[in-house]
Nanobody
Framework: VQLMEAGGDSVQAGGSLRLSCVVSGDTSSSYYMAWFRQAPGKERDGIAAIRTNGKTTYARAVRDRFTISRDDAMNTLYLQMSDLKPEDTAKYYC?????????????????????WGQGTQVTVSS
């Protein structure tokens, strides 16, 4: 499966953005999907995940500000981001993996995901 993110931009603090991630290739399968982000010099961190049944998990840093959703008919994953802060500046990646037990307990285990997009840059200025 191939993933392609879009929607990154430069915004002022307090602004909003919506990222999208289009899935192509083997779209006949259901995937556990997630958004990660990586700032320069830092590790890639998981911030939002969504199971095939729609259940979501968020990292504390983005809870109540970001919303992950999926449109399986359009093979697209979304990340609605609001009240953006300078510390949200990073490259954002989407990831996909067929459902497996370890993701139920560790949805932000980057090594568990085999499919990644190329990333989209989000820059938030104060």
């Amino acid at each position: 499966v191939q993933l392609m993110e879009a929607g990154g931009d430069s915004v002022q603090a307090g602004g909003s953005l919506r990222l999208s991630c289009v899935v192509s290739g083997d779209t006949s399968s259901s995937y556990y999907m997630a958004w990660f982000r990586q700032a320069p010099g830092k590790e890639r961190d998981g911030i939002a995940a969504i199971r095939t049944n729609g259940k979501t998990t968020y990292a504390r840093a983005v809870r109540d500000r970001f919303t992950i959703s999926r449109d399986d008919a359009m093979n697209t994953l979304y990340l609605q981001m609001s009240d953006l802060k300078p510390e949200d500046t990073a490259k954002y990646y989407c990831a996909a993996q067929p459902p497996e037990q370890r993701l139920e307990h560790f949805p932000f285990m980057a090594g568990a995901y085999n499919s990644w997009g190329q990333g989209t840059q989000v820059t938030v200025s104060s």
